[in-house]
Antibody, heavy 120, light 107 residues
Framework: ELLESGGGLVQPGGSLRLSCAASGFTFSDFAMTWVRQRPGKGLEWVSTISSSGGITYYADSVKGRFTLSRDNSKNTLYLQMSSLTVGDTAIYYC???????????????WGKGTTVTVSS | ELTQPPSVSVSPGQTARITCSGDALPNQYVYWYQHKAGQAPVLVISKDRERPSGIPERFSGSTSGTTVTLTITGVQAEDEADYYCQSSDNTGTSLFVFGTGTKVTVL
């Protein structure tokens, strides 16, 4: 199971940290991903982190503003978001990498999402 | 980029077909997710045509050239949802790419 938290209302230019608590699987064995859905739009990949946390990937739209990290001792994934814009308003979903046939093919477990609203 | 029709409407018991088109698809696996509002997305098809454990047999996948298709045979009211295809991004600009999404409406 994946449970996201940390969403809320923030002003443009502000910061927010999302968390994703994982349970029911060996968290440290799998890469993890954030996907977002802007209002009225489809799913959009945001960022992925390797199982160890040593490698991160970002969509161009968030590169330099978002930082993905994980604490494998706490089974928790974090997304630090800064310099937020109205365009970052979305539901943010945490997702577990399947690990099959290797990492970075698809996600097999998703959370229900947390809503981020950027508005003045 | 993966292109899907915006909407598909089908009567209960009929067959819904959702296409996903992309130039790179002959060289990539495609995965399909069902997404209902307020819920977590659910993987319904893996590697073009494999059905994960727990997914009803009415969900199937096929592929032909640059187009992959999700077929729901004998649609039920509970199948009303948004459906997204997804593959790996081979352009080097991102890790994953999602289709534009298809809203399936059960009449």
């Amino acid at each position: 199971e994946l449970l996201e938290s940390g969403g809320g209302l923030v002003q443009p230019g502000g910061s927010l940290r999302l968390s994703c608590a994982a349970s029911g699987f060996t968290f440290s064995d799998f890469a993890m991903t954030w996907v977002r859905q802007r209002p009225g739009k489809g799913l959009e990949w945001v960022s992925t982190i390797s199982s160890s946390g040593g490698i991160t990937y970002y969509a161009d739209s968030v590169k330099g503003r978002f930082t993905l990290s994980r604490d494998n001792s706490k089974n928790t994934l974090y997304l630090q978001m800064s310099s937020l814009t109205v365009g970052d308003t979305a539901i943010y979903y945490c997702a577990k990498d399947s690990g099959v046939p290797a990492a970075y093919y698809f996600m097999d477990v998703w959370g229900k999402g947390t809503t981020v609203t950027v508005s003045s | 980029e993966l292109t899907q029709p915006p909407s598909v409407s089908v009567s209960p018991g009929q067959t819904a077909r959702i296409t996903c088109s992309g130039d790179a698809l002959p060289n990539q696996y495609v995965y399909w997710y069902q997404h209902k509002a307020g819920q977590a997305p659910v993987l319904v098809i893996s590697k073009d045509r494999e059905r994960p454990s727990g997914i009803p047999e009415r969900f199937s996948g096929s592929t032909s050239g640059t187009t992959v298709t999700l077929t729901i045979t004998g649609v039920q009211a509970e199948d009303e949802a948004d459906y997204y295809c997804q593959s790996s991004d081979n352009t080097g600009t991102s890790l994953f790419v999602f289709g534009t999404g298809t809203k399936v409406t059960v009449l």
